[in-house]
């Protein structure tokens, strides 16, 4: 019994616990504290990988439906004319614009569709177009 006991303090003293239990219930305790960290951090990569595939799927296909719009418009769009966008005109010469007094109001014109602003001292108007 005596060589037993001393073998045993022998070994707890190599692997630097002591004999009577409780350091191997803490290190049995920290590793596996660290063993679930690490398969956290394992499925933590996992997710993230797929995460990533997932994203770059999604992408792909984002660019593949763009290519496929893209290409479509110019084909159709070979035979068609194209409209051409025009600038509105709600006078046509500045004689045209109706003159406010010196008071600084908004006005609106139905008749042209404009917005009158004073700027300055000055009607400025807007067509209801460039306001949209």
Do not use: C
Request: charge should be negative; proline fraction near 5%.
């Amino acid at each position: 019994e005596e060589e037993e006991e001393e073998e045993d303090k022998e070994n707890a003293s190599r692997r630097g616990r002591r004999g009577d239990g409780k350091g191997e219930e803490v290190l049995g305790k920290r590793s596996s504290a660290l063993r679930d960290r690490q398969d956290r951090t394992a499925e933590d990569e996992q997710t993230e990988a797929q995460r990533r595939e997932k994203q770059d799927e999604l992408t792909r296909k984002a660019n593949e439906e763009t290519i496929r719009i893209l290409t479509q418009n110019k084909q159709s769009g070979a035979g068609d004319k194209t409209k051409e966008v025009k600038d509105p005109v709600a006078y046509p010469s500045p004689a045209d614009i109706p003159h406010s007094s010196k008071d600084a109001l908004i006005k609106v014109d139905g008749r042209a569709e404009t917005v009158l602003l004073p700027i300055y001292g000055v009607s400025v108007p807007f067509h209801i177009s460039v306001i949209k």
